[in-house]
Every structure is written in C-alpha cells, then in structure tokens.
C-alpha cells in the first residue's frame, strides 16, 4: 500500500455521495419494464412438440412386497382416477413407477403420488396416507432411536417397549394429542403430519428415549397441546 504523510491523513474526506446517486438514478431511469410471462401449466410441449412427461420411481423394500400387491387397487385408483397418473410395478428392479399423462392437471401431482406410494411402503395405514393427496401442509419425518441416544441389547428392547407402551396406548396417546400417525419400525420411527404437530411428537419420542417417565411426557405435552390449541 502508499505510504500517506500526516498532512494528507489530516485532510477532510471528499463528499461523492450526491454524484454517485445521481449516477445510478441515471442508470435506473433507462431500464427497460419487466418482461411478464403467462403461468406454465403441466400440459406445456417441448420444443419436439411432445408433452413434457415426467417420471418418479419409489423403491420397494422386500417385507412390504406382498402387502403392496395386496393394497396394489387401494393405491391404483386414487393415483390414476383423482391425479390423472399412469403407475405400475416393475418388478425387475422391484420399484413402483408413477409417470405424468396428457390429462394430468396438477403441476405437484406427480410428487404428492410418490409421497403417498412411499409412506404406505414405510407402514402408514392407506387411510392416513391418503390425507398427502389431499392436504399440502402434510410431511413425513424418520429418525433412528440411536440419533438421540445409542443405546444396544436390552436396554434399545425396554426403549422400544417405553415408546409404545402397554398395548400401544402411549403410541396411541402422542398420536392422538399430537394429531399425527407414528410408526415404530424396529429401530426407526416415522411420523406423518404437519410440521408444527411433527415437532411437539417428535420432543416427545425423543423425552421417552431419554429415559424420562410417561407420566411427565403427558403432562408437558399436554401443556404444548394445550398452548397449541389456544394460538
């Protein structure tokens, strides 16, 4: 860098500000108006002429290949009557693929068919995973119990057993306060909901794998619920 003496260090600094606003005022005074362009819609050609097909394919793990086949027309006809999807199982690479047709509105249809066919696959109930076609504020989470604390043998078995309690009923209380539907999967647990409700669940599971009792997960969760409601 120059060296600066000590007479030109004491010197006032030049005021540019008015010139280099009057530049830009300059500048913005010549652009042109925005372009505005019509909304795309699903049924948009390419440039070959043909309509744009888009794919998706959805694994299919090995222990829900046979309630797949026995669900297969609870799936079928939601995708392909409602959504104007085509879908079929391939069963070479043992993937459900669903495509976009000439007759598909819905621009997010596509993606609402395959979270649909994957939460099924994760072991959601077809009548709680239809709620993704229809509602839009609708996710699924998974976690492992060993993201929030690694526990092995007996004690990842008393874990399990803390989650879902006596027949199920602290399963069945989270779901119910929480309005969301849990699947426990060995190790892995899913949640479907909204991502406010996914959240207070979520505390919750991961309060009971710590290790604190089920009394004192009711009681702060129906506080949250309670704070919930009110808002």
């Known amino acids: 860098m120059p060296k600066v003496d000590r007479n030109a260090r004491q010197q006032p600094l030049k005021e540019v500000g008015p010139v280099a606003m009057e530049a830009e005022g300059a500048e913005a005074a010549t652009l042109p108006d925005k372009p505005k362009f019509a909304p ?9 002429g043909d309509p744009k097909v888009e794919f998706r394919r959805v694994p299919v793990p090995q222990h829900r290949m046979t309630p797949l086949k026995t669900a ?3 799936l079928y006809k939601p995708i392909t ?16 693929e669903i495509k976009t047709t000439s007759h598909t509105t819905s621009s997010d ?9 994957h939460a099924y ?5 077809i009548r709680d995973a239809i709620a993704l076609l229809r509602l839009d504020d609708l996710y699924v989470e998974c976690f492992e ?15 399990i057993g803390r989650l879902a309690g006596k027949d199920g009923k602290t399963k069945f209380t989270i779901e119910n306060a929480t309005r969301t539907r849990i699947v426990l999967a060995d190790t892995r647990i899913h949640i479907l909901g909204s ?4 959240r207070v669940a979520r505390d919750a599971l991961c309060a009971l794998i710590l290790g604190s ?11 949250t619920c309670s704070r919930l409601n009110d808002s």
């Not at 795309?40 to 070959?48: E, F, N, R, Y």
């Not at 696959?121 to 109930?125: I, Q, R, T, Y």
């Open 40 to 48: 795309l819609s699903s049924g948009d050609k390419q440039s070959g």
């Open 72 to 74: 297969w027309m609870e």
């Open 81 to 96: 009557e409602n959504l104007k999807l085509d879908m079929r199982m391939n069963l070479k690479t043992k993937k459900v």
């Open 109 to 117: 249809a596509l993606q609402k068919a395959a979270d649909f066919v």
């Open 121 to 125: 696959l994760l072991g959601f109930e």
């Open 145 to 159: 119990i060993k993201d929030v604390k690694t526990l092995r043998g007996e004690h990842l078995s008393r874990c």
């Open 195 to 198: 991502f406010q409700n996914i």
């Open 213 to 223: 009792p089920a009394s004192k997960v009711y009681s702060k969760l129906r506080s």
